[in-house]
């Protein structure tokens, strides 16, 4: 089984939002929740860096860890998710997130924590595979037929990588040795414990 | 002549934007991109977050990443166990040593049958409103911390997860009350609970609970102040620290929300522990003592033992030989 992971080579990342845009629409996500999103680092200056964040599906993910009701799960291929039928909206993936990942929809009096919704890997929830109710609370199950990410495959730059963490790896490598340069592979640090020595 | 000069210095303008335009890129190449270009390692050590510019609506999505949480998951799964497993099981211990050792606290010189006003209808209202409320929120506050080892297993994800949703609910909700109830307690109480010398005797001496001495005591002993201090510093800390989780964003970004629940967390556990302490005294623990936030009367005798100074001090204002002074005067005190 593959581990699959992000990988966003910021060196090409343009802001264009297209991952943003594609997440958005193809999960039908609602107003307010953004799955993923692209910060610039230096914006207007010298050394300026897009890089496009959603979760990074970690290692011993502290989300899981933190959560009071264990409503996480990780999958085969090393995808992080959860059961929003489990989840109480407590907040505490989201103390613990180092990506900022976990969104809460407001809902209620106070505008009160909804129950959790995060970056599937395209790779829906607990439900069957394709089903309306997989869709309904997680969005599209695109790992379950074959395809990876709509945000990395819609990359028009393909910065944004997703697959298989080694063989992402040795495209980053590879081009970093074409180039001549590379800013690193952002997050895998704190996600993985590991990084791509370029 | 002047349409000449201007060509001239329009040419020489156009001449020189070429020459421009031209040595750019030759420049550009020699320019390592590299140079200037940020690395992740050294943007985390400096600012032990990395933080920038988005175009979505949501401002708060520019923190890229903050690794903080890594210790919050290691206090909240790890440390907060601990400190609130020693603390409330060490505090129960304690009393069932004390319980089986020493009993409860008799009063010595049994009932006299008359009784006095030690709380009014107000305050004992104040007291069970902010106490249920208290039970309720310390349950489903170690539910949250204690729930997913202890109770899970037992119940199983479906249900674990119903009980802990209507458990958030009404720990947010109920906090509203407790929180008035905390301030209530501090304005109408604050007046006998100042610290002073008679508390530092009654401390040397062990209280009432050690021995069968009575140290003298006005309304409130130096055990009962603290406890009035737990009650109003412990839950005005737990009150602050809820609310920033409760309304999250309002003045306080990620590392302040980490910094409320430690806050939050911890005062809890030890309050629990404490009140837990506080139950005990109220009820079993001594003879006499729950009357006095049950019917709100207490007997003289137990008021002569427990708080002679209180006693005196009523007696002057009514009589002395009057044992039961009228509600309002106790209310004042």
């Known amino acids: 089984m593959a581990r699959m992971k992000f990988l966003c080579d910021a060196d090409r990342c343009i802001e264009c939002?297209?991952?943003?845009?594609?997440?958005?629409?193809?999960?039908?996500?609602?107003?307010?929740?953004?799955?993923?999103r692209v910060v610039t680092i230096n914006d207007g200056k010298p050394g300026e860096r897009s890089i496009s964040m959603a979760c990074m599906h970690c290692t011993d993910a502290p989300c899981a860890a933190v959560c009071p009701v264990n409503c996480f799960y990780t999958t085969a291929d090393a995808v992080v998710l959860h059961s929003k039928d489990l989840c109480i909206g407590c907040g505490y993936c989201?103390?613990?997130?180092?990506?900022?990942?976990?969104?809460?929809?407001?809902?209620?009096?106070?505008?009160?924590?909804?129950?959790?919704?995060?970056?599937?890997?395209?790779?829906?929830?607990?439900?069957?595979?394709?089903?309306?109710?997989?869709?309904?609370k997680y969005g599209a199950n695109r790992l379950a037929e074959g395809k990876l990410p709509l945000c990395a495959e819609m990359c028009s730059t393909k910065s944004l990588l997703a697959g298989d963490g080694e063989i992402i790896a040795q495209i980053y490598k590879e081009r970093v040795m074409k180039r001549g340069y590379g800013s690193g592979?952002?997050?895998w640090k704190t996600a993985y414990r590991e990084t791509i020595e370029s | 002549m002047t349409s000449f000069g201007r060509f001239i210095r329009l040419a020489l303008g156009a001449w020189a934007l070429l020459l421009l335009v031209s040595m750019a890129p030759a420049s550009a190449q020699q320019v390592n991109p590299t140079a200037s270009s940020v690395k992740e390692q050294q943007l985390l050590q400096e600012l032990n977050r990395i933080q920038g510019r988005v175009s979505i609506p949501d401002q708060r999505s520019g923190v890229l990443e903050q690794p903080q949480g890594r210790e919050w998951r290691e206090f909240r799964n790890v440390t907060l166990r601990w400190i609130g497993g020693i603390a409330i099981l060490g505090t129960i211990a304690a009393i069932v040593i004390f319980y089986l050792t020493v009993g409860m606290v008799r009063l010595e010189s049994g009932r006299s049958g008359r009784t006095i006003v030690r709380f009014n209808a107000f305050e004992r209202f104040v007291h069970w409103l902010t106490a249920t409320c208290f039970i309720v929120l310390a349950i489903?506050?170690?539910?949250?911390?204690?729930?997913?080892?202890?109770?899970?297993?037992?119940?199983?994800?479906?249900?674990?997860?119903?009980?802990?949703?209507?458990?958030?609910?009404?720990?947010?909700?109920?906090?509203?009350?407790?929180t008035l109830g905390v301030v209530l307690i501090f304005l109408m109480w604050i007046g006998g609970n100042i610290p002073n010398?008679?508390?530092?005797?009654?401390?040397?001496?062990?209280?009432?609970?050690?021995?069968?001495?009575?140290?003298?005591?006005?309304?409130?002993?130096?055990?009962?102040?603290?406890?009035?201090?737990?009650?109003?510093?412990?839950?005005g800390l737990v009150a602050a620290s809820g609310y920033a989780l409760m309304f999250p964003f309002y003045?306080?970004?990620?590392?302040?929300?980490?910094?409320?629940?430690?806050?939050?967390?911890?005062?809890a556990v030890l309050f629990v522990a404490a009140m837990i302490g506080h139950i005990y005294i109220g009820t079993i623990g001594m003879e006499g003592a729950f009357e006095a936030m049950g019917s709100g009367e207490v007997d003289v005798n137990w008021a002569r033992e427990h708080h002679s100074l209180w006693l005196d001090e009523q007696k002057a204002r009514t009589g002395p030989n009057d044992g039961q002074p009228q509600p309002a005067t106790a209310a004042a005190e």
């Open chain 1, 17 to 36: 939002n297209a991952c943003v845009t594609a997440c958005k629409n193809e999960h039908e996500v609602p107003w307010g929740i953004n799955r993923r």
């Open chain 1, 94 to 136: 989201f103390y613990a997130c180092p990506f900022g990942a976990p969104q809460y929809p407001k809902v209620g009096n106070f505008g009160s924590r909804g129950k959790m919704d995060k970056c599937t890997y395209c790779a829906g929830g607990p439900e069957a595979d394709g089903s309306k109710e997989e869709y309904a």
């Open chain 1, 185 to 187: 592979a952002w997050g």
């Open chain 2, 140 to 178: 489903s506050g170690l539910n949250i911390t204690f729930g997913r080892p202890l109770l899970l297993p037992l119940i199983g994800f479906e249900a674990f997860s119903e009980w802990s949703q209507w458990a958030k609910y009404a720990h947010n909700y109920l906090s509203f009350p407790f």
């Open chain 2, 197 to 235: 010398k008679v508390d530092i005797e009654w401390a040397k001496r062990g209280g009432g609970l050690i021995g069968h001495d009575h140290p003298p005591a006005y309304r409130f002993n130096a055990g009962q102040k603290m406890i009035y201090w737990i009650v109003v510093i412990g839950g």
């Open chain 2, 251 to 267: 003045g306080t970004g990620i590392e302040g929300m980490q910094m409320a629940q430690i806050v939050h967390s911890i005062v």
